[in-house]
């Protein structure tokens, strides 16, 4: 989620069986190169692993970068190649549906495991107000709702729709009349 001095990023993963797992985060770094060399200073061979970047929807047209190139383009020049983006980002109640699924799913059961070291995602988590009657985040505190954004975007890429497993089942089994 791109916010000049925020720039959040979550690093998580897809177990086999499901659970999310989060288990670094970076905050803070005034902009997207400052990210870039951030990333690449706490995981040194990241432009060679697997590491993919699930990206703000907006870094694609975005020109903040003191050059004028795009947010995307940035990252591309630092070396990474696996930038996954989409037209536009999910709409912001769809992300907190697929977000709540993933602490306690349909079935009752947690499909996300957050390290307690990501202290600005899980403070994010906890204390973000919305708007009474409205889905957008509460501004009173600009520190807040861009952690959680970043989040709803990888799991929306990994793990899209947790919590709806069997949905299509117990539907099929409902009797009318």
């Known amino acids: 989620d791109y916010n000049l001095d925020k720039n959040p990023a979550i690093f998580g993963y897809k177990r086999k069986d499901g ?6 985060e970076i905050y803070g770094c005034k902009t997207t190169k400052d990210l870039a060399i951030e990333i690449l200073r706490r995981y040194p061979n990241a432009t060679r692993m697997e590491l993919t ?17 795009t947010n995307r383009q940035l990252l591309n020049q630092m070396g ?3 930038i996954i983006s989409a037209r536009s980002n ?5 992300r907190y549906d697929n977000m709540n699924a993933h602490f306690r799913n349909a079935k009752g059961n947690a ?6 070291k990501c202290k600005n995602l899980i403070k994010d988590l ?3 107000e919305f708007k009474p009657n409205s889905d957008k985040p ?3 505190n600009e520190q807040l709702g861009h952690a959680s954004d970043a989040l709803g975007y990888l799991l ?6 947790a919590g709806r497993e069997g949905h299509f089942q117990r539907t099929q089994n409902i009797r009318i009349g």
Do not use: C, H
Not at 53 to 69: F, H, L, M, V
Not at 111 to 116: A, E, S, T
Not at 156 to 161: E, G, K, R
């Open 111 to 116: 499909r996300l495991i957050i390290n307690p």
């Open 90 to 94: 999910p709409p912001r109640t769809e």
């Open 156 to 161: 929306n890429y990994i793990s899209p729709w």
């Open 138 to 140: 509460e501004t009173l």
């Open 126 to 128: 906890m204390e973000l």
């Open 80 to 82: 990474f190649k696996r």
């Open 19 to 24: 659970v999310v797992v989060i288990f670094d």
């Open 53 to 69: 970047i699930i990206d703000d929807a907006k870094s694609g047209t975005a020109r903040s970068q003191i050059d004028g190139s």
